[in-house]
């Protein structure tokens, strides 16, 4: 490299002393540096940025929040408030703080698809954010803050585009979707640089303990130790661990957690039940049949194959005959392929499906605006059908379903239908706080989704006591599915904190 002396800055003083180039004006530097000295913050402490948005006027806890990250927490934290609490506004908070300090001017905010929309419009227009939702041809080096969706990101030539630029700060909603280590979408947001860094998540503990080691280790690697350390530490299996006492103290200097009952706002009720079902005989006939399955055919004598034919029988016909064809399909000789037949026409001449007249029958004492939660598209399509028949308005909504088809289900179901039909995947972001029953027609193994589904209804904004319906077959796999999610909610309640009913008002003792 050769390095050259410069005569510019003496050519430049003659010029000066000569007259022939004026001096830099005086005036307008100390404007400038009065303009400066008028907009500096002496101090890190408090929050400049509510003066700054007039369309919001936040909640106490969400300002709490926003102190408590920025402060003692140096903008690495997981917003892990109750559904329905507005972690959004929260993280908006934070990001606008540091934007007006000068500390953040890129940014990158990761979130589910079906939410890329909602963080669009709330940053432009209660933060004043310019925002962009990302577009596969945009130039990154042309926008500050862009919102991604997580599917696209993680892939190629999006990820290696991401990895070029200098993002201040990351935000990830949903960030229960990045499980573990192993999956892709957490090996991308690993590799990214964070000089900031906000994961939102209701439910940081969904299935087991580690899920919350991993994403501790997101934002701080070493906080808990490595894996090896965490789980002789606390003796940590999925489901179990001692001297939970001191990781929930660990975990609180990453984590900001506000229940509903700490936020000052009144909140309306949780009226929360389990419905027991008998199978009619005939039902009980396909049910023990299918369990048979296993002893008929090495197709069927995997675990995981006979726990879904068996969580299909108890929600309807359609969606078992769905997977029995297709297994039929690998059945390795006649006298199999017959006995799956024979399974099949018999399961086809149930007349009467127990648990949809059990929802039938609650829709109809409830005479109001119903949301019915089930795992599977077959089951939606045949509820809508059997409920049509009962004289019952109904639209589905399922994660299939673009943004403008998702928008106008939600309007007729708010205008015109008495049931929504939600699947899993759609029942996603969306709020309807003008409905206050929910059927929950299928249990999931994850207690975190029944939370998640009763919280699209018990956020601000209800005004209703909110009646919860958890159906489950007597005698069936739904039986067990009741025992696991009250271990895990054991489990998240010893490491993140007391969780509102979701199964039943009066908790079950592990």
Known sequence: MIIERSTEWKEGLVNRLE?????DNWTLYKMCY???????ITEFSGLQSPKYLPNLTPLSHQLEVAETVIERMNGKAILAD???LGKTIEAGLILKEYLIRGLVKKALILAPASLINQWVE??????????IPYKKNYQLDH??????SMDTAKKSPHKELIYAQDYDMIIIDEAHKLKNHKTKIYEFVQSLKKKFCLLLTATPVQNDVFELFYLISLLKPGHLGNYETFQSSFSASKHNLEHDEYLRELVNQVMVRNRRQDTGIEWTNRRVQIIPIQFSEAEKEVYD???DL????PVFSGAFSMITLQKEMCSSKEATALTLEKMREKCENPDEMDHVNEIIQKLMGLEINSKAEMAYE?????NDKVIIFTEYRASQTYLQRYLNSKGITSVLFNGKFNKNKRDWMKRLFKEQAQVLIATESGGEGINLQFCHHVINYDLPWNPMKLEQRIGRVHRLGQEHDVHIYNLAIDNTIEKDILDLLYVKIDVFEKVVGDLDDILSTYKKTI
């Open 82 to 84: 109750e559904v329905g």
């Open 19 to 23: 007259n022939i180039e004026p001096w």
């Open 122 to 131: 709330e940053l432009n227009y209660k933060f004043y954010i310019p925002a």
């Open 143 to 148: 926008y500050d803050v862009v919102v991604m």
């Open 294 to 297: 296993k002893n008929i055919s």
């Open 34 to 40: 009065e303009i400066v000295n008028d907009n500096l």
């Open 289 to 291: 049949l299918i369990l």
């Open 362 to 366: 609650i829709i109809s004492q409830a």
